[in-house]
């Protein structure tokens, strides 16, 4: 691991702002490598968690036919006409807008406040790629008043 310029041979936590990883693997074989990855702005523990409930499954094909299928239905609700270029900029905006707001908090409901105090939301709703909580913030966007 390395923080910066500051190399971490022997932790196995690393906080830092700069963080990087390498693998060394025997590549003699043509098995791919998969590596899963868990986040969590709260502890290891909640990061395990959300990895479990989250990302249980090894297969990689799996998360992304899933993904596919919630993006087509998505993406599919409309249909564009334009030149290669008008086409780009406008699902590159539709994209933007749909992939915010996000989900912060662990799948316990444990967030990291803007005081960097650990916090639990009173209500844990799942996102299934599909529905964000409805909420005040998000009421007079045009997207989300049609998505929801």
């Known amino acids: 691991m390395i923080d910066g310029d500051h190399h971490v041979s022997t932790a196995s936590v690393v906080n830092g702002k700069a963080l990087k990883a390498w693998v060394c693997t025997d ?3 043509d098995t791919p490598l998969v590596v ?3 986040l969590s702005t709260t502890s290891i523990e909640n990061a395990r968690m959300n990895m479990e409930r989250e990302a249980s499954s090894w297969n990689f094909d799996e998360y992304t036919e899933r993904a596919d299928k919630q993006w087509e239905k998505l993406l599919s ?3 564009v ?3 290669c270029q008008d086409m780009q900029k406008f699902y590159t905006s539709l994209y933007h807008a749909f992939i915010q707001p996000n989900v912060m908090s662990d799948v316990n409901g444990d967030y ?3 005081d960097y105090s650990i916090r639990r939301v009173a209500q ?4 299934n790629g599909e529905a964000f909580p409805k909420d005040h913030r998000w009421s007079d966007d045009i997207i989300t008043k049609d998505r929801w």
């Open 27 to 29: 590549d003699t074989d």
């Open 36 to 38: 899963k990855v868990a």
């Open 77 to 79: 609700r409309i249909e």
């Open 81 to 83: 006409e334009g030149d």
């Open 112 to 114: 990291t406040a803007t």
């Open 124 to 127: 844990v709703k799942a996102w």
